[in-house]
């Protein structure tokens, strides 16, 4: 979101399915929320169930799902993914055809659907899996035959996802999991270039522009390099035996 005015919308939106729970005394959903997005709507998503006495979820059609709903329960309804307005959808090609992120997402937004319909888009070989907001699945089942130039055939339902479906793994050491070497280890380069990429605001934590070059990182961080890709810090081990840091890093594909 580039402006205050876009972010306060946003969060008025949030404020809003409380009050509509509230009212109809039924759960509300939002549209799916980019993880920008997610990061501004958590503290106020609790804030207000505190407030409320109501639950909280967020949800994306399976587990560990990047794009998410937020869902608000009132007080007597159990918080269940079940309940959720999300539809899984495979698209099937020959085995020898790639269905890859940007052609998924390009011919799914030729049909006139809106980003905030549509949320994990899962490429592969073979076929790719969609989640989607149900309200457009009769466009998935009915108008879909092709992503981009191979064609596809669409059918409700999709397999378990595995992580391995989505990251590719990186194994490495660094001096210290300080932000500085981890961006110069992810963006293949020197401490002071990765210095001056992350004061020049190209590099964010948590979906937050992080300028603190000697910013400690957790397990469970998520830093985005602008022009490198993003990551997530899976796992900090021990120390080798010249006392680096061990790190898995998974990289989103």
């Known amino acids: 979101m580039n402006t205050d005015k876009e972010k306060d919308y946003f969060l008025s939106s949030v404020r809003n399915l409380f009050a509509l729970a509230d009212k109809q005394y039924c759960p509300k959903f939002s549209a799916f929320l980019s993880e920008e997005e997610q990061a501004l709507a958590k503290p106020l998503a609790e804030k207000q169930a505190r407030i409320t006495g109501m ?20 007080e007597g309804y159990e918080p269940s993914g079940e309940l959720f307005p999300i539809v899984g959808y495979t698209a099937r090609c020959r085995e020898s055809d790639k269905l890859e992120h940007r052609a998924l997402l390009g011919s799914l937004m030729g049909q006139q659907i809106r980003r905030e319909m549509l949320g994990d888009l899962i490429p592969g070989t073979g076929k790719a899996v969609i989640f989607a907001d149900e309200r457009i699945e009769k466009v998935l089942a009915t108008q879909v035959d092709r992503i981009g130039s191979v064609g596809v055939t669409m059918e409700k339902g999709f397999a378990p996802i595995e992580a391995s479906q989505r990251f590719q793994e990186i194994r ?10 981890a961006v110069a280890m992810l963006a293949g380069t020197g401490r002071e270039k990765a210095a001056m990429l ?49 790190v898995l890093f998974d990289k989103y594909i």
């Open 198 to 246: 992350i004061s020049q605001g190209l590099v964010s934590v948590g979906h937050i522009e992080e300028k603190r070059v000697d910013r400690r990182l957790q397990q469970g961080d998520v830093v985005i390099i602008r022009h490198t890709g993003k990551f997530r810090l899976r796992e900090i081990g021990g120390l080798t035996k010249k006392g680096r840091t061990v």
């Open 172 to 181: 490495a050491t660094l001096a210290s999991p300080r932000l500085d070497a």
């Open 55 to 74: 639950q909280i979820l967020f949800w994306g059609g399976y587990e560990g799902a990047v794009r998410v709903m937020l869902g608000v329960f009132p």
